[in-house]
């Protein structure tokens, strides 16, 4: 529960951030809410020898709309998240998980770009991006670039983002109507399972549906049977029950909180959910 | 509410208390609060394995890094002092306070390392390397006491710790011998209906919000030793110390400042705190170590873990016959110092609230590769009244009775009391079926299921469950732990001014004896509470004293403090006759005058007493001057408060979560002091003993022996979010056994609501075909009972 020593150095802008990170010798590591590396540190599972705070970079917080595309700064908390009026406006399902994550505490030291560039298995907001068909923009030494979500989580704590790369932000379509339905850890309250999902509906028909769980794999990931299960249908509950049904995820986690078996029947369970809440807004 | 309290102005007032504004904005003083001048700081290297041999260790990096002062391996400190003692009278292996030769379990200290910062310390102990051949991690406690895999103590055959019975529960204890078992075996043979169970009381994490913490600081001029500690009972902390270290108990101080919560984690006198005294007379300075949450988890003792083979014999009326219980206690790796007496408290609660002709207890206490086991909140009453109530609400469902009404059958009656049990515990006092009537009417018992008939009618899962639960309070006469004495200590000084200065051997770590102690005394000296400051927890100022744990404070503390209190007044009536030219005996105490019962305010001041007993010109004949008095309190047996919890449940049917929907207590712990402080601990007793029923339990792993609940990332305690509103009130049955006619509440949440919860979920899976679900009661395992398998 004390970290080893390490140095500490606040980055007063992105360029700044990288630089520090390209001149350090050993591991330096950047840290904002300090919500995902402090506990390893305090394990000494990550032991940085420097820190590179960028949590006072101006301009990498807040979020904003445009013409119906939203976009929310990597600095943005937990808790900043989950009362914002553009988003409990236009996208309340990221608000919705945002509100599910850990407790007060967590929510305002936690950052949306910690949280992805982090990519703990269970945690919640990689399944709400992926659903939502995001775009992750990153600055790097070479200039900036943008990664689908989808593309982004590709395994246990991996993600597509190099050492010296940095979330700048995160940004959407707003979606037509989406919900995010999640078990959470009894003590952690990290997900066991969280289920994404995001539907186009025109007509009583489904005519577009993405969904996307996360918890129950190594990483974010789409449960595309479900889409496709979904898609043309009415939405009624039959059509849910059957949809859900057809999730289905390789790799499934197994711990304390949850076998293999368990985990499969919970990530049936909350599609099922999380599409019904989905179909009713 | 039926609330009564004994007469007084504050006695039975629900005064706030007194040392919340302190504790709440960050003005107590905990050890880690102190810092001392010259200190140093300990931290210990750990065993990251659960069994196995040290082969070498290797201390040199860490004794290179600069600010490091000093490195001690398991070995070298064995040379400065013995093997831990513990309390209870049984043969115990040697246990180190940092481990010589051989690691039991993960988190055992293996070195420490001292050094001027606490962070330098952590480093130096992360760079000692240590090479161990591992042995098999022995886990379950069955296998283990047929010395499977491994044998943990080379003394101990398979494992055992050695045999021991408690006393009336069918096996001799001074010979061991089975007594005669043919009134079992007939009630077994001609009962009607027989309920056998295998039941689990799993292992837990005490969690005191405060880890533990010790500072010594040994004064190399005087030869003497001062210990902070966050200690519950700092005059048996001083006693060990002083045998352990070989110094005279009048060289020892020890001194538990602000204490953040025990839950009787911290009765034990741990390696870390003998560590730190000895070190510190080795080399002269103050030294200091703080558990951190990780250790605590690790390393502070466990409780419960307890298995119970359970049968019961009943008629088809449901009157119980016989109960036997065969114990095995998973005692972990070592004995502390209560260790071993803890199970056997398991085996006391047999009887429970019922009048059983025939009970039989065998307990087996194994060592695994596990944190020892020793006293937390309840300390084996919680286990005896689990097994027990879980078999009273089998029998129920067996003969389709209301649990109500098979409980009722078997109460003990008011004009049995008091009632000595077959297994030879005396009760008290007690009146169950008047506060099991007022639980089922404040429940609305019938309206309750006739609502959960039509829950489930609906497809829901709803369950319904009841406990009644007696236990075991104010731990003492000394009998019943004879190798300490379970008398309590107090003093009452009235100051030149009138102020009063008094002390209680019991010390409070978040209890309130602040308030209660000083509440009982402005009642009975007639002054005002702020006049009066109450002392613990230091034994440089309170001259004897045995400890706050077994809900004993307010019974044991109380009593003797009333006695002091008693003995201050008779000689204040003395200075007060003299002054008033009348008879002492006539002489009562109210509203800070002294003067003829019923007229004391034609009398004289009570401030102008204690001046003039300073100053007594002339001073009355045979009458030493001063007010000055003490008192020993020895109980002449335990108080056994009792209660009834009603609880309803509803499981989630698609993911196995269990809502706790209500909770309706009623408790008894005779009259009440401050119903305040009554409440916040059977809160907090509840929210414990629910924690046990659904969220709670430490896990090591069975191959490798780690601990895998080893954060509050994955041992959950409670939530407030967790609870409905507790309806609670309170029947009141004084106890005969102190002048108060308190009995204890501190435990009796925690007893009486895990029983009640795990009913009700079997309650709600009763058509699943499920009899019973051993805790904690994981999501995952309600829902394959949903699903129709097993758990
Ligand atoms: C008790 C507790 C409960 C929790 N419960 C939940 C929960 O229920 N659900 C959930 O989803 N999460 C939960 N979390 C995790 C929490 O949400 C974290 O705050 C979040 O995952 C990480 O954000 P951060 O800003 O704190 O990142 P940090 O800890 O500061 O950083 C984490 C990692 O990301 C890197 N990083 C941070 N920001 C950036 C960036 N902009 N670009 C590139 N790399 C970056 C850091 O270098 C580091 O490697 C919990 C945490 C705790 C302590």
């Given at each position: 529960?004390?970290?080893?020593?390490?140095?500490?150095?606040?980055?007063?802008?992105?360029?700044?951030?990288?630089?520090?990170?390209?001149?350090?010798?050993?591991?330096?590591?950047?840290?904002?809410?300090?919500?995902?590396?402090?506990?390893?540190?305090?394990?000494?599972?990550?032991?940085?020898?420097?820190?590179?705070?960028?949590?006072?970079?101006?301009?990498?917080?807040?979020?904003?709309?445009?013409?119906?595309?939203?976009?929310?700064?990597?600095?943005?908390?937990?808790?900043?998240?989950?009362?914002?009026?553009?988003?409990?406006?236009?996208?309340?399902?990221?608000?919705?998980?945002?509100?599910?994550?850990?407790?007060?505490?967590?929510?305002?030291?936690?950052?949306?770009?910690?949280?992805?560039?982090?990519?703990?298995?269970?945690?919640?907001?990689?399944?709400?991006?992926?659903?939502?068909?995001?775009?992750?923009?990153?600055?790097?030494?070479?200039?900036?670039?943008?990664?689908?979500?989808?593309?982004?989580?590709?395994?246990?704590?991996?993600?597509?983002?190099?050492?010296?790369?940095?979330?700048?932000?995160?940004?959407?379509?707003?979606?037509?109507?989406?919900?995010?339905?999640?078990?959470?850890?009894?003590?952690?309250?990290?997900?066991?399972?969280?289920?994404?999902?995001?539907?186009?509906?025109?007509?009583?028909?489904?005519?577009?549906?993405?969904?996307?769980?996360?918890?129950?794999?190594?990483?974010?990931?789409?449960?595309?049977?479900?889409?496709?299960?979904?898609?043309?249908?009415?939405?009624?509950?039959?059509?849910?029950?059957?949809?859900?049904?057809?999730?289905?995820?390789?790799?499934?986690?197994?711990?304390?909180?949850?076998?293999?078996e368990y985990r499969q029947a919970m990530t049936r369970v909350f599609t099922g959910r999380a599409i019904a809440a989905a179909a009713a807004r | 509410m039926t609330m009564q309290a004994t007469p007084g102005q504050l006695v039975g007032q629900r005064v706030r208390r007194r040392e919340d504004p302190r504790l709440v904005k960050g003005r107590g003083s905990y050890v880690d609060d102190m810092k001392l001048p010259g200190m140093l700081h300990l931290?210990?290297?750990?065993?990251?394995?659960?069994?196995?041999?040290?082969?070498?260790?290797?201390?040199?990096?860490?004794?290179?890094?600069?600010?490091?002062?000093?490195?001690?391996?398991?070995?070298?400190?064995?040379?400065?002092?013995?093997?831990?003692?513990?309390?209870?009278?049984?043969?115990?292996?040697?246990?180190?306070?940092?481990?010589?030769?051989?690691?039991?379990?993960?988190?055992?200290?293996?070195?420490?390392?001292?050094?001027?910062?606490?962070?330098?310390?952590?480093?130096?102990?992360?760079?000692?390397?240590?090479?161990?051949?591992?042995?098999?991690?022995?886990?379950?406690?069955?296998?283990?006491?047929?010395?499977?895999?491994?044998?943990?103590?080379?003394?101990?055959?398979?494992?055992?710790?050695?045999?021991?019975?408690?006393?009336?529960?069918?096996?001799?204890?001074?010979?061991?011998?089975?007594?005669?078992?043919?009134?079992?075996?007939?009630?077994?043979?001609?009962?009607?209906?027989?309920?056998?169970?295998?039941?689990?009381?799993?292992?837990?994490?005490?969690?005191?919000?405060?880890?533990?913490?010790?500072?010594?600081?040994?004064?190399?001029?005087?030869?003497?030793?001062?210990?902070?500690?966050?200690?519950?009972?700092?005059?048996?902390?001083?006693?060990?110390?002083?045998?352990?270290?070989?110094?005279?108990?009048?060289?020892?101080?020890?001194?538990?400042?602000?204490?953040?919560?025990?839950?009787?984690?911290?009765?034990?006198?741990?390696?870390?705190?003998?560590?730190?005294?000895?070190?510190?007379?080795?080399?002269?300075?103050?030294?200091?170590?703080?558990?951190?949450?990780?250790?605590?988890?690790?390393?502070?003792?466990?409780?419960?873990?307890?298995?119970?083979?359970?049968?019961?014999?009943?008629?088809?009326?449901?009157?119980?016959?016989?109960?036997?219980?065969?114990?095995?206690?998973?005692?972990?790796?070592?004995?502390?110092?209560?260790?071993?007496?803890?199970?056997?408290?398991?085996?006391?609660?047999?009887?429970?609230?019922?009048?059983?002709?025939?009970?039989?207890?065998?307990?087996?206490?194994?060592?695994?590769?596990?944190?020892?086991?020793?006293?937390?909140?309840?300390?084996?009453?919680?286990?005896?009244?689990?097994?027990?109530?879980?078999?009273?609400?089998?029998?129920?469902?067996?003969?389709?009775?209301?649990?109500?009404?098979?409980?009722?059958?078997?109460?003990?009656?008011?004009?049995?009391?008091?009632?000595?049990?077959?297994?030879?515990?005396?009760?008290?006092?007690?009146?169950?079926?008047?506060?099991?009537?007022?639980?089922?009417?404040?429940?609305?018992?019938?309206?309750?299921?006739?609502?959960?008939?039509?829950?489930?009618?609906?497809?829901?899962?709803?369950?319904?469950?009841?406990?009644?639960?007696?236990?075991?309070?104010?731990?003492?006469?000394?009998?019943?732990?004879?190798?300490?004495?379970?008398?309590?200590?107090?003093?009452?000084?009235?100051?030149?001014?009138?102020?009063?200065?008094?002390?209680?051997?019991?010390?409070?770590?978040?209890?309130?004896?602040?308030?209660?102690?000083?509440?009982?005394?402005?009642?009975?000296?007639?002054?005002?509470?702020?006049?009066?400051?109450?002392?613990?927890?230091?034994?440089?100022?309170?001259?004897?004293?045995?400890?706050t744990f077994g809900s004993r404070s307010q019974v044991v503390g109380g009593t003797a403090l009333l006695m002091a209190s008693g003995k201050v007044k008779d000689k204040m009536r003395v200075f007060a006759a003299q002054m008033l030219e009348t008879q002492p005996g006539d002489l009562s105490f109210s509203d800070g005058m002294i003067g003829p019962t019923g007229q004391e305010d034609t009398g004289v001041a009570f401030a102008e007493v204690a001046g003039f007993a300073y100053i007594p010109i002339p001073l009355p004949p045979d009458t030493e001057p001063g007010l000055s008095e003490e008192a020993f309190w020895e109980p002449e047996g335990f108080t056994w408060p009792f209660g009834c919890y009603i609880t309803q449940?509803?499981?989630?049917?698609?993911?196995?979560?269990?809502?706790?929907?209500?909770?309706?207590?009623?408790?008894?712990?005779?009259?009440?002091?401050?119903?305040?402080?009554?409440?916040?601990?059977?809160?907090?007793?509840?929210?414990?003993?629910?924690?046990?029923?659904?969220?709670?339990?430490?896990?090591?792993?069975?191959?490798?022996?780690?601990?895998?609940?080893?954060?509050?990332?994955?041992?959950?305690?409670?939530?407030?979010?967790?609870?409905?509103?507790?309806?609670?009130?309170?029947?009141?049955?004084?106890?005969?056994?102190?002048?108060?006619?308190?009995?204890?509440?501190?435990?009796?949440?925690?007893?009486?609501?895990?029983?009640?919860?795990?009913?009700?979920?079997?309650?709600?899976?009763?058509?699943?075909?499920?009899?019973?679900?051993?805790?904690?009661?994981?999501?995952?395992?309600?829902?394959?009972?949903?699903?129709?398998?097993?758990?």
């Amino acid at each position: 529960m004390i970290p080893s020593a390490f140095d500490y150095q606040r980055a007063g802008s992105i360029a700044e951030a990288i630089a520090l990170k390209q001149g350090a010798e050993g591991d330096a590591r950047f840290i904002a809410g300090g919500h995902s590396l402090i506990p390893l540190m305090k394990l000494r599972l990550a032991e940085p020898s420097l820190l590179i705070d960028i949590s006072g970079i101006p301009g990498l917080s807040g979020v904003s709309e445009d013409g119906g595309r939203v976009s929310i700064g990597a600095l943005t908390t937990h808790a900043e998240l989950e009362s914002d009026s553009v988003l409990l406006a236009s996208a309340p399902v990221v608000a919705e998980a945002a509100g599910e994550i850990g407790d007060q505490q967590v929510r305002n030291r936690g950052t949306i770009g910690g949280s992805l560039a982090h990519a703990d298995p269970a945690s919640d907001l990689p399944a709400v991006v992926v659903a939502l068909d995001a775009s992750i923009h990153i600055a790097g030494a070479g200039g900036e670039r943008t990664v689908a979500a989808g593309d982004f989580f590709s395994g246990l704590f991996e993600v597509d983002l190099a050492e010296d790369e940095l979330i700048t932000s995160v940004s959407f379509d707003a979606p037509s109507q989406a919900a995010y339905a999640k078990l959470r850890h009894p003590a952690s309250h990290f997900a066991i399972v969280g289920v994404a999902a995001s539907l186009t509906v025109e007509g009583g028909v489904c005519t577009g549906a993405r969904v996307a769980v996360t918890g129950a794999s190594t990483h974010a990931q789409r449960l595309g049977a479900v889409e496709e299960a979904l898609t043309g249908s009415s939405l009624d509950d039959d059509a849910i029950a059957a949809a859900s049904a057809a999730a289905d995820v390789d790799d499934v986690n197994a711990d304390l909180a949850g076998s293999e078996e368990y985990r499969q029947a919970m990530t049936r369970v909350f599609t099922g959910r999380a599409i019904a809440a989905a179909a009713a807004r | 509410m039926t609330m009564q309290a004994t007469p007084g102005q504050l006695v039975g007032q629900r005064v706030r208390r007194r040392e919340d504004p302190r504790l709440v904005k960050g003005r107590g003083s905990y050890v880690d609060d102190m810092k001392l001048p010259g200190m140093l700081h300990l931290a210990f290297k750990r065993s990251d394995v659960a069994h196995g041999i040290i082969r070498s260790i290797d201390t040199s990096a860490a004794e290179a890094m600069p600010g490091v002062e000093l490195v001690l391996t398991g070995a070298q400190l064995a040379e400065i002092i013995p093997p831990m003692p513990v309390a209870t009278p049984f043969p115990a292996p040697d246990h180190h306070a940092v481990t010589p030769d051989r690691v039991r379990y993960v988190g055992e200290p293996i070195a420490v390392v001292v050094a001027t910062d606490r962070f330098l310390a952590a480093d130096a102990a992360d760079v000692i390397e240590v090479d161990i051949e591992e042995l098999p991690a022995v886990i379950d406690p069955e296998r283990a006491a047929n010395g499977d895999p491994a044998v943990i103590h080379e003394a101990f055959e398979n494992n055992l710790a050695v045999p021991f019975a408690p006393a009336g529960t069918g096996v001799n204890p001074e010979t061991l011998e089975v007594e005669d078992e043919s009134a079992l075996n007939e009630a077994f043979e001609n009962a009607d209906v027989v309920v056998s169970q295998r039941m689990f009381s799993q292992r837990l994490v005490p969690n005191a919000m405060e880890p533990r913490g010790v500072i010594a600081r040994f004064e190399p001029g005087n030869d003497e030793l001062t210990v902070w500690s966050t200690t519950q009972n700092p005059h048996i902390a001083r006693t060990l110390l002083a045998a352990i270290l070989g110094m005279g108990q009048h060289q020892v101080r020890v001194i538990a400042p602000d204490v953040g919560g025990g839950f009787g984690s911290k009765i034990n006198v741990y390696g870390e705190d003998f560590a730190a005294a000895a070190i510190s007379r080795d080399i002269g300075r103050p030294v200091k170590w703080i558990e951190d949450r990780s250790e605590a988890f690790m390393t502070t003792i466990h409780g419960r873990d307890v298995i119970g083979y359970i049968d019961l014999a009943a008629t088809g009326e449901g009157k119980v016959t016989a109960v036997k219980m065969r114990l095995i206690a998973d005692i972990g790796a070592y004995e502390m110092v209560l260790t071993a007496a803890i199970p056997t408290l398991v085996a006391f609660m047999i009887s429970g609230v019922y009048d059983i002709p025939v009970v039989r207890a065998e307990l087996t206490e194994v060592f695994t590769n596990k944190m020892p086991t020793d006293a937390y909140r309840g300390a084996g009453r919680p286990e005896g009244i689990y097994f027990l109530e879980r078999a009273m609400d089998m029998l129920a469902s067996e003969l389709g009775m209301d649990p109500a009404d098979v409980r009722r059958v078997n109460f003990i009656q008011p004009d049995q009391f008091p009632y000595t049990t077959a297994g030879g515990m005396v009760y008290d006092s007690g009146e169950y079926e008047r506060l099991l009537d007022q639980a089922l009417e404040n429940a609305g018992w019938e309206q309750m299921k006739a609502d959960r008939d039509a829950a489930r009618a609906e497809g829901r899962i709803v369950g319904l469950g009841m406990s009644f639960y007696t236990e075991i309070c104010g731990f003492g006469p000394s009998a019943a732990m004879p190798t300490v004495g379970l008398w309590e200590h107090a003093s009452v000084s009235v100051e030149r001014d009138g102020k009063v200065r008094a002390s209680s051997g019991a010390s409070s770590h978040g209890q309130g004896h602040e308030t209660t102690f000083a509440q009982m005394l402005a009642d009975d000296l007639g002054i005002p509470m702020d006049d009066i400051s109450i002392i613990h927890g230091d034994t440089g100022q309170v001259r004897e004293g045995t400890g706050t744990f077994g809900s004993r404070s307010q019974v044991v503390g109380g009593t003797a403090l009333l006695m002091a209190s008693g003995k201050v007044k008779d000689k204040m009536r003395v200075f007060a006759a003299q002054m008033l030219e009348t008879q002492p005996g006539d002489l009562s105490f109210s509203d800070g005058m002294i003067g003829p019962t019923g007229q004391e305010d034609t009398g004289v001041a009570f401030a102008e007493v204690a001046g003039f007993a300073y100053i007594p010109i002339p001073l009355p004949p045979d009458t030493e001057p001063g007010l000055s008095e003490e008192a020993f309190w020895e109980p002449e047996g335990f108080t056994w408060p009792f209660g009834c919890y009603i609880t309803q449940v509803e499981i989630d049917r698609d993911t196995g979560e269990l809502e706790l929907q209500r909770f309706v207590g009623v408790d008894d712990c005779g009259n009440v002091i401050n119903p305040l402080i009554v409440a916040g601990q059977i809160h907090g007793g509840i929210a414990q003993g629910v924690g046990q029923a659904l969220t709670e339990e430490a896990v090591y792993d069975e191959g490798s022996g780690q601990l895998l609940t080893a954060s509050f990332m994955d041992y959950q305690i409670p939530r407030a979010r967790d609870f409905p509103r507790f309806e609670l009130d309170h029947t009141v049955t004084p106890s005969p056994l102190n002048p108060m006619g308190v009995k204890g509440i501190g435990e009796a949440g925690t007893i009486g609501s895990t029983p009640s919860i795990v009913n009700a979920a079997v309650d709600a899976l009763s058509g699943h075909g499920v009899e019973h679900i051993d805790m904690m009661l994981r999501p995952e395992k309600l829902w394959r009972l949903i699903q129709g398998g097993d758990a």
